[in-house]
């Protein structure tokens, strides 16, 4: 879809019957925030309320969420925020590859329209997307830049929620972020 915007992608998406997990969706969580952002954070999946009210990070783990955004001094509005899949797997299991692959061309469309400066994938899913083949372990808290575009690589907030010694990491690796949006002027 040439020349299209998010809203029309949205549109688009919310008739998708790509991939298994269309049939049980309530709700295409698309992305939420300004369409001209210089930040995108990219989760994996939608959970059970992201499902519920069709936005993405308004979970437990969104609650994390807006706690890191503290750290780097902003809100959700000066944000991009999605995820690599669009629908929520079935309970709350990782998405598949080809999950992955068929809703690939609805986040491509997102990078492409919002262009931002700094692109901020959470979590394995997310992580492998943009530094293929190494492990999130070995690079969370990292960036790279590649053309005009840093990416950093961060655990994914709900990781929190399961690991209490988490969220030091995640608040550690958020300084870190603040300190690339402030070196590259982001």
């Known amino acids: 879809m040439k020349n299209c915007s998010l ?18 969706r309530n709700k295409v969580v698309f992305g939420t925030g ?6 995108m954070f990219i989760g994996e999946a ?5 499902d519920r009210i069709g936005q993405p990070f308004v979970g437990k783990a969104g609650e994390v969420f807006s706690d890191l955004l503290k750290i780097i001094g902003m809100s959700r509005s000066q944000i991009y925020l999605t995820n690599m899949v669009k629908c929520r797997p079935s309970n709350n299991r ?15 469309a997102q990078l492409a329209i919002v262009m931002p400066q700094l692109i901020v994938p959470m979590g394995k899913f997310a ?3 943009f530094f293929p083949g190494i492990a999130l372990k070995d690079i969370h ?16 907030p709900a990781a929190a929620l399961y690991n209490v010694n988490m969220k030091k990491i995640l608040e ?10 402030q070196r590259f002027g982001v």
């Open 7 to 24: 809203k029309d992608y949205k549109n688009e998406s919310e008739h998708c019957q790509l991939c298994s997990i269309s049939k049980s």
């Open 34 to 39: 300004d369409e001209k952002a210089n930040i």
């Open 46 to 50: 939608p959970g059970e309320t992201e």
């Open 94 to 108: 990782d998405p598949l590859p080809e999950e992955i692959s068929a809703c690939s061309k609805y986040l491509d």
């Open 127 to 129: 992580v492998g997307k």
């Open 141 to 156: 808290g990292k960036a790279k830049m590649e053309d005009d575009t840093v990416t950093f690589a961060m655990y994914h």
């Open 172 to 181: 550690e690796d958020m300084g870190r972020l603040k300190f690339v949006i």
